[in-house]
């Protein structure tokens, strides 16, 4: 079966010194679906993430980006996606909506207009005009997210987006998330320490524990191996 894959990895690996953080890692992600990228604290989900951004060089392996290696030319795939990355930094002196025009000014410009539909999307429309600094953890998550549609980028990389939010937060960014996948044809990995989540959002998942894939597949068909990977899960957090 082919299926034309929004990132594929084959033995992508990173080290740090001695701490191997990603190891071996291949798994590829199809278009046209929330794909979950779980795993507990440290499995190496970020390290991953920046390496598709070409934030991080990988010590051994590959990757491609909507079909762009992110070795060689990575340029064309990180024009069409938006991603956010561990925890939101913007210019604390600034507004959010200051901070976005800033986002935009690197990609070449973005109208007021979009600006403001990125804030009411993502739930800041009242807020836009409060400094950085004084947000909340969710404001900030929600900003990153806003940041991240501003281009209107086709495919989303998220690294854990509900942190920080509320209940009421994690809930509209879980449909948000859906409403772009079912009806506006996008892709989107999101990487979560959360089995939950994953189980409520995600069509597919990988699940990494320090840097290797333990399980992969449709996440309805993983429910049934669901209790012995909370244990795996469960053991590591509290290590
Ligand atoms: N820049 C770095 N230098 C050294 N070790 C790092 C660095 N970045 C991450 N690590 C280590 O790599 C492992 C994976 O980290 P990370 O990718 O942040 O995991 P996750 O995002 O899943 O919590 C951890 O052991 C972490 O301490
Ligand atoms: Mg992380």
């Given at each position: 079966m082919h299926t034309e894959a929004v990132?594929?990895?084959?033995e992508l690996t990173k080290r740090f010194g001695k701490t191997t953080a990603v190891d071996e890692l291949t798994m590829e992600?199809?278009?046209?679906?929330?794909f979950g990228f779980l795993g507990p604290n440290g499995a190496g989900k970020t390290t991953t993430i920046a390496m598709l951004l070409g934030l991080v060089h990988p010590t051994a392996g590959g990757a491609e980006v909507l079909g762009c290696d992110i070795r060689k030319n990575l340029g064309p795939a990180l024009r069409r996606t938006g991603a956010t990355i561990e925890s939101p930094a913007f210019y604390p002196y600034l507004s959010g909506r200051d901070n976005l025009r800033v986002v935009g000014l690197c990609t070449g410009g973005v109208g007021p207009r979009r600006v403001d539909e990125v804030l009411e999307r993502v739930g800041l429309a009242g807020r836009g005009g409060d400094l950085f600094r004084v947000y909340s953890m969710g404001m900030k998550q929600r900003l990153a997210l806003a940041a991240a549609l501003l281009n209107e980028p086709e495919f989303l990389i998220l690294d854990e987006p509900t942190n920080g939010l509320d209940p009421a937060?994690?809930?509209e960014t879980r449909a948000m998330l859906r409403h772009m996948v079912d009806e506006q044809g996008k892709s989107v990995f999101l990487s979560s320490h959360q089995l939950h989540e994953v189980q409520q959002v995600c069509d597919r998942v990988v699940i990494i524990d320090r840097g290797h894939v333990i399980a992969q597949g449709?996440?309805?068909e993983l429910l049934r191996q669901r209790e012995a990977i909370e244990v795996e899960l469960t053991e590591r957090e509290v290590e």
């Open positions: 990132i594929r990895t084959w992600v199809p278009r046209g679906e929330v937060g994690i809930q449709r996440v309805d």
